[in-house]
């Protein structure tokens, strides 16, 4: 029978002798013309008991093993629903490009000072950033200045988290829950996402599923990994087409009774045993789904005596043929991913300008950043982005020129005192600050026209929005 089936396979395979199919139809197993050709069944779940298995064996491991966090707690015992969406809510937002250690205090913080929806949204807008009401400091500082700051608060709880954008978007779709929703939250991963800003195809299944028990998958980083091992998806992992079979795969198998406890489980294993590097195979309670785990164990298979196999050739979802399997690498030879673009190198003059306060004290002038791009609506020292190329002396007269438009009064380069250089690595950006020393005798009046700016000390720069960057540069 093998043989029958061995040379059936190498018949299929010939193109002579073989009739090409009628016009506008195509034969058994085949794409319609200008369709993407459907993945083999070795790279799906199609039975419906080892899905049943699958699923069963997880969520044991989960309620054994999982970790004890905060919004898992907040999302198991909250019977409110809009309070419990909003606890996951503002744990994915935080979680994403974030790991878990990490987030946890933020967390914590966040909600002890906004424990709903509303609390965040109708928090007062004016904050004195120092004795509101009380008289101008003599030497003319503006820390008593009156700001509208909701978002100040929030980029200051946000700060080295990164992505700041991303509290600035929780905070507006807070906003509109309240105002345009009447304070509920939607109650599907549909809805989650085409009513409020800043929620994603994932943040939406996440939040629908744990709070609302919609039977929804997810797909993040740590699912992407785990069904690419489970299923040999070797294509990758990053292109759009893959993904959306992966969101297939995971609506697919997601628990239809816990799908909130399914879906953490299923990221719970990618951070925890399905890691990217030595992952801990011996522990993984779904090993034996494990596509990639069999390869692992008795190599690559022989070329296949089935049709369907994806060895044949032509598969969407296998490695590429110059890539093939590395037997070194075991289940880590998924996923692939494109290669990864190099940060591009930027250079940026910065400059501190510091003066006496009326105690005595150094104050430093920071001025705040756009509200939308790199690091929105941070606080930083005037900086200045600088050319590729650009000599020492051209740097400072350009740095020069800019703080003149700030101050409103001439600077002189030669003033200007090189300090150093601070290197700051973004996701995307190999960052370098040319930094500069200015000081200053006098007052100095700033023009309200250009982008919000205060003085600070130093205990309220830290207490500031800034960024890692700028605390470095101080």
């Not at 009046?445 to 000390?457: C, E, I, Y």
Request: aromatic share 6%; glycine share 8%; hydrophobic share 40%.
């Amino acid at each position: 029978m093998n043989q029958l089936r061995a040379a059936a396979a190498r018949g299929l395979r010939r193109s002579s002798g073989r009739a090409a199919p009628p016009a506008g139809r195509s034969r058994q197993g085949a794409s319609p013309r200008g369709a993407p050709a459907p993945p083999p069944a070795c790279h799906l779940f199609s039975d419906p008991a080892e899905i049943q298995a699958l699923r069963g064996n997880l969520l044991a491991w989960y309620d054994k093993c999982k970790r004890d966090l905060p919004w898992r707690t907040l999302a198991a015992t909250e019977p409110d629903a809009d309070r419990r969406a909003y606890a996951v809510w503002v744990s994915e937002i935080m979680l994403q490009q974030t790991q878990v250690a990490t987030v946890i205090d933020y967390y914590n913080r966040w909600m002890q000072k906004w424990p709903t929806l509303q609390a965040l949204a109708q928090a007062s807008l004016e904050v004195s950033v120092a004795g509101a009401g009380s008289s101008p400091c003599p030497c003319g500082s503006s820390s008593n200045t009156r700001l509208c700051l909701l978002e100040q608060e929030v980029n200051e709880l946000w700060a080295g988290l990164g992505y700041y954008s991303r509290g600035k978007r929780l905070q507006e779709a807070a906003r509109k829950v309240v105002s345009e929703l009447a304070g509920r939250m939607p109650r599907t991963a549909e809805d989650l996402q085409k009513l409020l800003p800043g929620v994603g195809r994932y943040t939406a299944g996440a939040i629908a599923s744990i709070s609302y028990g919609q039977a929804t998958g997810v797909v993040d980083g740590n699912v992407i990994r785990v069904l690419c091992r489970l299923r040999c998806i070797g294509a990758d992992s990053s292109s759009p087409a893959v993904i959306d079979r992966l969101w297939d795969m995971a609506n697919a198998l997601v628990d239809q009774s816990r799908p909130g406890d399914f879906n953490q489980a299923l990221m719970e294993l990618g951070a925890t045993v399905c890691v990217p590097k030595a992952p801990l195979c011996g522990e993984c309670p779904v090993k034996q789904h494990c596509q990639a785990q069999r390869r692992k164990l008795f190599g690559k298979p022989a070329p296949v005596p089935d049709v369907e196999d994806c060895d044949v050739g032509g598969c969407p979802l296998c490695p590429p043929a110059t890539e093939p399997w590395d037997s070194s690498l075991g289940v880590t030879n998924f996923p692939r991913k494109a290669a990864k673009k190099q940060p591009r190198a930027a250079r940026t003059a910065t400059c501190v300008l510091e003066r006496r306060g009326c105690h005595g004290a150094p104050e430093y002038l920071i001025v705040q950043r756009p509200s939308s791009g790199l690091l929105a609506g941070l606080w930083e020292f005037p900086s200045l982005p600088l050319a590729e190329g650009l000599q020492e002396e051209k740097q400072k007269e350009a740095l020069a020129d800019h703080l003149q438009a700030w101050t409103g009064w001439p600077v002189a380069a030669k003033g200007l005192q090189f300090i150093g250089e601070v290197i700051h690595i973004f996701s995307h950006i190999h960052q370098t600050y040319v930094v500069y020393s200015l000081p200053l005798d006098g007052d100095v009046t700033l023009d309200p026209a250009l982008s919000p700016s205060r003085w600070v000390t130093e205990e309220e720069f830290h207490a500031s929005a800034v960024s890692t960057a700028m605390k470095k540069v101080l």
